[in-house]
């Protein structure tokens, strides 16, 4: 069978880059295919080609191999088409979180949500959809897989604004089997050692997670017919006072800013709703509870800051070993050793194998959550082929949750408008609209200040008029 041509934009991406040339050169559908490196960095593009190239020698794999400062060289025939780009991602994120904190506002991550979500997609929604453009004129049959985030604004706007080609988009928090499986492993109902969920464990099991994009929650955990979310409300609860109790330890799980006290928010939000938020590291900064903004003091504190200084250092030594791998300074065995393949890959894997496994999606409801609209852009985990993802039933969202879903829906849909009007007014009730910006006066400033400062990197339409008052 011939394998797909996979054009990934964005080839030096933290996250994304390694995994996809381990997953191309090891899949036994993928590797008789094509891999396109595109990115616009000629000495990372060099890195990445050297790379894959070590890679596909050693395994003998016959995957072809191509690569481009310009996307456009590669696109043509496209299978399927992977956005994982960003520019200075630490940087601007920094930005962002440290404006926002000076009027009142803070963010763990800064990226989906609050004004740094917001700036980050006014940044990549229009090279989103130019990329989109490009890949309706010369592969209009490919499938275009967002992986940039802010992962719900991207795919909207992929939906609303360019609607003649076929995309959807991922993030790899829920990342099949990992996801599920990882729950039933410290529930006692499957093994550790497994690699996967038993085929009688999976007819036997209802796992209900779903909402918007870092903002997803468990609603219903059972199996053979048993209530499970008791069981793991005791798991959370543990968490929460072994966390509390280790803070400032050597093994400190609360070291970095979207880790920290994640059991105890998360303990807190499951009573309060019923249902468990499972991206806690992100949905802590979706709320209003956490800010410390309250009279009343958090517990356990009000959510730490994003530190663009410790990402960036991360990402920084990431960098150095994919330069000691694709250069020889390392032997290519130990990264072929060490590797996983990453979701994108996993997901088209199966599309173009026709394996029909289940993966979490980023798509339009089409009334899977019975109360929401079949437009809403959720998170659901879908049954796919090369027509396109179908989100699995999941019954109503509750309430309480489903009002925070549709702020969180609102928010986002506002911006990617705003992102394709330039429309400042629009920018501003977006802002407004979002969960937790909570002061009129608050909001214009960071919408002034944020846009002065990343003018380098906004469109220049921006700055044709002024900030309505």
Known sequence: ???????????????????VIWNMVHSEVLRAGTLALVDTKPEVLDTMMRLAGRAIEATGAPTRLAGSTDRREVLKDADFVVLTFSERNAYYRGLDCEVSLRHGVRMCSGDTIGPGGIFRALREIPRALAMARDVAELAPRAWIVNFVNPTTVLGLALMRYAPSVRSFAICDGLHEPYHRLGVLQRLGVVPEEAKAIPAEVAARLTFHSMGVNHFTWLTRLEHDGRDLLPAWRERVARDAADEVERTGA???????SKARFNAAYALQLFDLFG???DRIGHTKEYVPYFQGLGVAPNHPAPIAIFDAGERQRGMDARWRETEDFAHGRRPIGEFLKAGRGDHATDIIESMWGGLGKAFYINTPNRGAVTNMAGDAYLEALCDLDMDGPRPRPM????????GLQQQVLDTHELTAEAAVTFDRRTLLRAMMTDPIVNNLGDGRRILEELLERERDILPAEWHRAGLPH
């Open 1 to 19: 069978m011939r394998g797909p041509r996979i054009v990934v934009i964005g080839a030096g991406s933290f996250f994304f880059g390694r995994p």
């Open 250 to 256: 050597a093994t400190d799980r609360n070291a970095t």
């Open 395 to 402: 019954g109503p969202m509750p309430r309480g949750l489903l």
């Open 275 to 277: 249902a468990y938020p």
